[in-house]
């Protein structure tokens, strides 16, 4: 059966929507968007902020854009005198009580208030009396700070906490001017989205102590990739500066917020994924690095040196035996082209059995969207016929002489002794890994490569969708991408890979 | 004093116990519209009788009743409105404290219309003892059988809880008066749905004025034309006037609907108080425009007040002398709407409090020449633009005050 | 501290929430039935009617922080509320109110050191014909004059 729609006609033009479209989502189907504050996508709308207020023709009053749906030959318009008028008198009615402290609030830039004010404001300040005093450093938990004298009563924090995490952490207290957003008594927001009220407050009234007075938002450099996480893929924009007013061309990243993704997050992501910020700064692979006193000492602290020895190992551990003497340790934190690759190099043109996978340790699922898998692209792997599981280090030995590990996580899964007697017993073992690791001091040769959000490819999420990324940051020099490196590695030994 | 109007509540002692409204034919109305009427009759009959609502928008009560969708499994649910927030109206409870078993036969009428088993009544907690006394009669009635199961055996049921506010005036307002009994803060909902559809309970819901209800055993009682008569040709029905403030004789008045302002403070409020004369009257509670001297030969009555530029609202007058200065009254006026403003909406939460503010820095003599018309367009920008209708009642009595008596408060700012 | 009513109270209590058609909606007549016992909702009383109810105990807080006749503190043996609106005022009602804070020495809001009274300034009472009215607990009075208050004052136990 084909859906029911209404025609309608918006600011003079006309169009066809689903029947129960609200008139500001038909709006912004025309590409108008009509101001809002307390109206977010996620939720009912709620009509508290009076911010969308349109002319309906044939109605006396102005109508809320946000929950008003469209009818069959409704004509709407979005800015005549009266609708600006009722704009510019919301914003004035919030503004009369706003600390003036744009130049230190870290919503500058992204909101909403300023948006707004330039757009529909722009009038003198007519405010004579006393502004109300109120708490301007609450600690709402975790890294979340709430500051009543910048809240606007949208009430977006409250219902997050009541709709989506259902933890109603956060309730609105008093009433009439003096209401105020608060925490339940002797709770604070301790769950694992918490991060998502700072992105949903249209204005600065909840910030982060994480990227409190840290830079500013339009210094902001926004790359959308894929959160590697776990197995849920969620959609993110990792926020970094680059140069100014970093000295040179430095890079630092300041922020991990969600993207939107109808198909996989919708709008949040958990906090394990927007703090990982510091994961992509510190702890990081930088240079080649190889075992002090062993017998890769002498190898030339280059990639092109390493390359060449690389090479000659995986040519050596062939020579010595069908099946080569070469072990594999993946990692489901590659990439779906990396994994290909790998499959490629090592599987079909060496004959390599030995193919195993070192992932991070499951844990706790959320109930949300945090999954118990730790790696983002489990299910990648799998359909490329790899069984990702952890070697079995005993068998290795004796079986290999040379061990390439991708990954820091092998420790994760295997006691750190047992590595070591194991790696003792092969003559060389390799790791590539982006992040710093116990497992540096075991591996004969270290080659730094790069996180997800340096590279381009794609992960395929527990539930079986494959989504492309691009790279959100630029990558750390002196640092590689598996894929160029397998990819190398294949020209070197002269085998096939697309 | 003879009231020839008073229907509604008899002038001469009566009690408010059981066996005193028997003896006045109580009940029988309802007795004989439970075993002898169709649901759907006495809605017709309501609808003929012109009985608008008490509460101060003045809806038909009838077709209020027939907005109820039709059976849905869903139970339905009447809620009477005895919040009386409104400043200048003492209405609700005289009826509730005279002749509680007059607004309980209207409840079971009404409910018996509608399918309702269960009702409330909405009590401001302030009337404590008004409340006890609702419940006295509650327990009178189910006792003789006028409430609970199988009613006069006509197979009906019914449940009458009185439900106590605990002191907010928005909860007057129906929607907030749903979330308040449903044990929320009186925080007015986003309409649609509207209670009709969607309302306590998620189910179908009627709010009517206690006046309204209370008129109900009238109409049946007396019959639905004769209930019209005593009216206006649109608007059935008698009136109680409460008449507060500068006049000789305070108190409640019933009469018809549409007797003159003018006549209803002279006649029956006995004239401004000793030595004044008056200056301004709001009509019909504190949220109704000031009307001012020349203006009172007004018929009391929603149509005549709206083209006056005021509103019947509560019909609770309140006349000011001419010694009070008019910077005074706006400043209850606002001081109030800012002190009730329920903080959910932006108008009324920052608009209410910066009025209030510009006022009383006004009273305190420190008023700037602006002021005026600040006030005014702040009022603008919460009319008809707030979530629920406090938005309006608040920014009405201002902006009158600030048309009609302009020049005193530029003299108040100027001195 | 834990949380005691006495059985009478619980009893009640459970009378309430038996008529309502959905237990969250004996929210306020429970708690008047614990302020009018306990003279206050302690935070030990959220906790438990939260319980009782079985509502999250923020939401109880927040009906408790929103209607003004709901105390979370301790009020005086008797509260007086003072209608000062529109009717009351053009009555008198600040000369009430006056008259009231120089007797008992406390301010609009406040309670006596003795625990005996507290005052409050509130607005419209509903009670216009007899303005200035005030309440004393659940009794109304009005018209009241400064020296009407005098009296009362003296007659309260």
């Not at chain 1, 035996?321 to 990396?338: C, M």
């Not at chain 1, 109930?367 to 990702?388: I, K, M, Q, V």
């Not at chain 1, 390799?430 to 992960?459: N, Y």
Request: proline share 7%.
């Amino acid at each position: 059966m084909a859906m029911a729609e209404v025609n309608l006609e918006i600011d003079g033009q006309a169009l066809r929507v689903p029947a129960g479209t609200t008139v500001l989502k038909a709006a912004e189907r025309l590409g108008i968007v009509i101001p809002r504050f307390c109206f977010h996508p996620a939720f009912e709308p709620e009509g508290s902020c009076r911010m969308c207020l349109v002319e309906i023709e044939g109605l006396p009053k102005l109508d809320l854009a946000c929950s008003t749906v469209a009818r069959e030959g409704m004509k709407v318009r979005t800015a005549t005198p009266r609708v600006l008028q009722a704009r510019r008198d919301v914003l004035e009615f919030l503004l009369a009580d706003h600390p003036l402290d744009c130049p230190i609030c870290d919503k500058a830039g992204e909101c909403f208030l300023q948006e707004y004010y330039g757009a529909h404001g722009r009038y003198p300040s007519a405010f004579l009396e006393v502004k109300e005093k109120r708490a301007k450093k609450v600690p709402l938990g975790k890294a979340l700070l709430l500051d009543r004298e910048r809240c606007v009563l949208c009430s977006r924090c409250v219902r997050f906490l009541r709709k989506v995490t259902k933890t109603g952490e956060l309730g609105i207290f008093e009433r009439g001017v003096r209401s105020e957003v608060g925490l339940d008594d002797g709770v604070e927001v301790g769950n694992n989205y918490s991060g998502n009220l700072v992105d949903i407050c249209p204005v600065g009234a909840i910030t982060d102590k994480d990227f409190r007075f840290k830079t500013r938002a339009w210094f902001l450099r926004n790359g959308r990739t894929v959160c590697p996480r776990c197995g849920r893929g969620c959609a993110i924009v990792v926020q970094s500066v680059c140069g100014y007013p970093l000295p040179g061309d430095l890079r630092k990243v300041y922020r991990i917020v969600p993207a939107e993704n109808p198909a996989v997050n919708g709008y949040w992501i958990c906090d394990r994924g927007r703090y990982a910020v510091r994961d992509i700064e510190e702890g990081r692979e930088e240079r080649i690095m190889v075992k002090a006193g062993g017998e890769a000492a002498a190898m030339p602290l280059t990639w092109d040196g390493a390359m060449k020895a690389l090479a000659a190992d995986i040519r050596g551990a062939a020579a010595a035996g069908r099946p080569p003497r070469l072990g594999v340790v993946l990692t489901s934190l590659l990439t779906n082209e990396e994994l290909e690759t790998a499959r490629q190099v090592f599987v079909e043109s060496l004959g390599v059995t030995a193919v195993h996978f070192a992932d991070p340790a499951p844990g706790e699922a959320d109930g949300l969207l945090l999954t118990s898998d730790r790696a983002p692209n489990r299910r990648g792997a799998e359909a490329l016929g790899f069984a990702p599981r952890p070697p079995d280090l005993a068998a290795l030995t004796g079986a290999v002489d040379v061990l390439l590990v991708f990954g820091p996580h092998l420790l994760e899964r295997v006691p750190l002794e047992e590595a070591a007697r194991a790696f003792a017993g092969i003559r060389r073992t390799w790791l590539f890994s982006a992040r710093r690791s116990p497992l540096d001091g075991l591996a004969d040769v270290v080659l730094p490569t790069v996180l997800s959000e340096e590279k381009a490819g794609s992960f395929t999420n527990v539930d079986g969708l494959r989504q492309r990324f691009e790279p959100a940051l630029r990558r750390p020099q002196g640092c590689r991408p598996e894929g160029r490196i397998l990819a190398d590695l294949a020209a070197a030994l002269g085998v096939k890979a697309d | 004093m003879t009231v020839p109007a008073a229907t509604l509540l008899p002038l001469d002692a009566i009690s408010f116990r059981l066996p005193s409204y028997i003896s006045r034919g109580g009940y029988d109305a309802a007795r004989r519209t439970l075993l002898s009427k169709k649901p759907g009759e006495v809605m017709e009959e309501v609808k003929r009788a012109n009985l608008r609502g008490r509460g101060g928008a003045g809806f038909p009560a009838g077709s209020k009743w027939a907005f109820v969708p039709p059976e849905d499994g869903r139970p339905r649910y009447l809620c009477v409105n005895a919040d009386e927030g409104e400043p200048g109206t003492f209405k609700d409870r005289a009826v509730m404290t005279r002749d509680p078993h007059l607004l309980l036969e209207g409840i079971l009428i009404a409910s018996y219309a509608v399918g309702v088993h269960t009702a409330f009544i909405y009590i401001r907690a302030e009337y404590e003892a008004v409340a006890r006394r609702l419940e006295t009669a509650v327990e009178e009635a189910r006792a003789a059988g006028f409430l609970g199961l199988n009613v006069f055996g006509s197979g009906f049921d019914l449940d009458v809880l009185v439900h106590r506010g605990a002191g907010s005036y928005i909860c007057g307002e129906e929607t907030a008066l749903l979330e308040s009994i449903e044990g929320k803060k009186g925080w007015p909902r986003l309409r649609p749905p509207f209670p009709a559809a969607v309302g306590l309970f998620r189910a179908p819901t009627v709010i009517n004025n206690v006046e309204t209800i209370a008129n109900v055993p009238l109409v049946f009682r007396d019959g639905a034309e004769a209930f019209a008569s005593r009216g206006l040709p649109r608007d059935g029905g008698t009136r109680l006037f409460g008449v507060s403030g500068a006049v000789r004789k305070p108190g409640l008045y019933e009469l018809p609907v549409g007797t003159p302002l003018r006549r209803i403070i002279d006649e029956w409020a006995g004239g401004p108080a000793e030595g004044q004369t008056i200056k301004a009257v709001c009509p019909g509670g504190l949220s109704a425009p000031f009307l001012t001297p020349d203006e009172l030969d007004v018929a009391m009555d929603y149509e005549s007040l709206a083209r006056a530029g005021s509103m019947l609202g509560s019909a609770g007058i309140i006349d000011i002398g001419d010694r009070t200065p008019m910077i005074e009254v706006l400043r209850i006026v606002t001081r109030f709407y800012a002190h009730e403003s329920c903080g959910q909406c932006t108008p009324c939460r920052i608009g209410t409090t910066w009025i209030s503010k510009v006022v009383d820095r006004m009273a305190a003599g420190g008023g700037v020449g602006g002021d005026p018309a600040l006030i005014r367009r702040l009022a603008e920008g919460m009319k008809g633009r707030t979530l629920c209708p406090m938005g309006d009642a608040a920014a009405f009595p201002v902006l009158s005050i600030l048309a009609k008596f302009e020049k005193e408060l530029l003299e108040t700012v100027s001195k | 501290m834990s949380f005691v009513l006495s059985s009478e109270a619980k009893a009640r209590i459970d009378g309430l929430v038996r008529r309502y058609p959905e237990k969250p909606a004996a929210l306020l007549p429970v708690l008047h039935v614990i302020q009018r016992e306990q003279g206050r909702i302690s935070p030990e009383a959220v906790e438990w009617v939260a319980a009782a109810l079985g509502v999250p105990a923020l939401r109880v807080r927040e009906v408790l922080s929103f209607y003004s006749l709901l105390r979370r503190e301790p009020a005086g043996r008797y509260v007086i509320q003072v209608c000062r609106n529109i009717s009351c005022s053009l009555a008198g009602a600040d000369d009430v109110l006056a008259r009231l804070e120089a007797r008992l020495g406390v301010k609009a809001g406040g309670t006596t050191p003795d625990g005996k009274f507290t005052l409050l300034a509130v607005e419209c009472l509903g009670n216009c014909d007899h303005a200035p009215c005030l309440m004393v607990n659940d009794d109304d009075h009005g018209p009241v004059t400064p020296g009407l208050v005098d009296r009362l004052l003296e007659e309260l136990p």
